[in-house]
């Protein structure tokens, strides 16, 4: 499977049966206003975590669980990025983690998109989320119990993705978004629903 992986961006690496995925946009970072609506983040100056993440991050490390990013990033195929201003925008989020003392272990990205412009990315993969495939992929490349694990998310495809692979779901709802994915997310059915990371860490430290 050609998901991009991002080791270079992993500062404490850790292995175990139960690991916390991350959705990117609108968990680790903000989706962004632009003037033609919400969208995942266009430039790199744009890029700001949202509030708490870094506790979410740390709540799995106190667990002693491996945390991975899990993200459909389909910009480049779509035509809207070039895959260097992409993967600045993915180093921006991971130097913004870092700078608050957290990181990820490995990022799982997929970047295609069946309607894209771009030949080679623009196939009907394994890997795009409502698809399981990353999460997949994690559990063999780290030894993850799946069925033991949590994926926190903030759309129904995250979700969609979890229940796929067997995994718990938690879902952050919030309005930051285009309408059509907002009233998606309010009609999933997550294991949780929360709205903030601060409800979400107190789910972490819970779950069992």
Same mark, same amino acid.
């Given at each position: ?25 609108? &968990? ?31 709540? @799995? ?27 600045? &925008? ?9 700078? $608050? ?5 490995? $990022?799982? &990205? ?14 009907? /993969?394994? /890997? /795009? ?35 796929? $692979? ?17 009233? @998606? ?24």
């Amino acid at each position: 499977m050609p998901e991009k992986l991002l080791n270079k961006y992993a500062i404490i690496p850790s292995m175990g049966e139960r690991a916390l995925f991350l959705d990117r946009d609108g &968990i680790m970072c903000h989706l962004i206003e632009y003037a033609y609506g919400f969208d995942s983040v266009q430039r790199v100056e744009d890029v700001r975590l949202v509030s708490g993440i870094d506790v979410v991050i740390n709540c @799995a490390r106190e667990n002693k669980w491996p945390v991975f990013e899990v993200s459909n990033q389909p910009g480049v195929a779509l035509g809207k990025q070039t895959q260097e201003l992409s993967d600045a &925008i993915e180093a921006r989020v991971h130097e913004l983690l870092h700078e $608050a003392g957290v990181s990820v272990d490995t $990022a799982y &990205i997929c970047p295609h998109d069946t309607r894209g412009v771009v030949l080679e990315l623009s196939i009907n /993969c394994d /890997c /795009c989320k409502p698809k399981p495939g990353m999460l997949y992929r994690a559990a063999q490349e780290h030894n993850v119990d799946l069925n033991a694990s949590m994926f926190y998310g903030d759309k129904a495809t995250d979700v969609q993705a979890a229940i796929a $692979a067997g995994c718990k779901s938690m879902l952050l709802l919030h309005r930051e978004d285009e309408p059509e994915k907002v009233l @998606a997310a309010y009609k999933a059915t997550p294991d949780y629903r929360v709205y903030s990371h601060q409800e979400a860490c107190e789910i972490l430290k819970d779950f069992n």
